[in-house]
């Protein structure tokens, strides 16, 4: 099936600092997602993003479709203690497949 | 508007045995699918409904099964319990048309033990 890697697998930042990450996938998505997920909790959608070279905001959170249609990236403004978590691109093929993740770390 | 709730939120059962997970979705979506979490697999999508049918279904073997009511709430079961199930069972619920259809919503989760 299709697979979607994520780069990097983790981030530790300082409080501040501005985060970017990145998912591939060797097929074409009409359609990108991003989800967080917290410890002990279901992942809560971020950004959804349904054309290629979209470039869509979430407050600090900024995601953009890949021209190509086979990436996505995210990047996290100024991060803050709450940013920490697992952040999972995801997309619909013939099921829905998510990435493999990437844990971030915040430094106070 | 309430969320996904998932019941129970924690189990423990014995290799062998069967188990039946519960999904109530967001109030109006239709659509409802449940994944399996692990550390190794990462999440992995097992099966969709909408309109108590069984739209779509990922590579789990026929352990695994489902249904959806005309309520549009959803159980999960897993008969013959292997110690590889013991997961975070999570479900996510829809809207049933139109690009919204892809913008799911997760519940907390069924943290699954198998001894």
């Known amino acids: 099936g299709q697979q979607l890697n994520q780069s990097p697998q983790s981030m530790f930042i300082q409080e501040g600092e501005d985060v970017s990450m990145n998912c591939t996938s060797s097929s074409i998505f009409n359609t990108w997602l991003w989800y967080k997920q917290d410890p002990g909790e279901g992942p809560v959608l971020l950004i959804a993003l349904y054309k290629a070279g979209e470039l869509t905001s979430n407050g600090r959170l900024t995601a953009q479709f890949g021209i190509t249609r086979k990436d996505s990236f995210l990047n996290i403004s100024a991060s803050i203690p709450s940013d920490v978590g697992i952040y999972f691109c995801?997309?619909?093929?013939?099921?829905?497949?998510f990435g493999t993740g990437t844990s971030l770390t915040v430094i106070p | 508007k309430a969320g996904v709730t998932q019941t129970p939120r924690y189990l423990i059962k014995t290799r062998g045995q069967q188990v039946t997970l519960s999904c109530s979705p967001i109030s109006g979506h239709r659509s409802v699918s449940w994944y399996q979490q692990t550390p190794g697999q990462g999440l992995q999508f097992l099966f969709e409904?909408?309109?108590?049918?069984?739209?779509n279904k990922g590579n789990f073997p026929g352990r695994f099964s489902g249904r959806q009511f005309s309520n549009s709430r959803s159980e999960m079961n897993v008969s013959t319990l292997e110690l590889g199930d013991s997961a975070l069972y999570l479900c996510a619920s829809s809207l049933a048309g139109g690009l919204a259809v892809y913008e799911q919503y997760f519940g907390p989760g069924t943290r699954l033990t198998v001894t």
């Open positions: 409904y909408f309109s108590e049918t069984q739209r």
């Open positions: 995801a997309g619909p093929g013939n099921q829905f497949y």
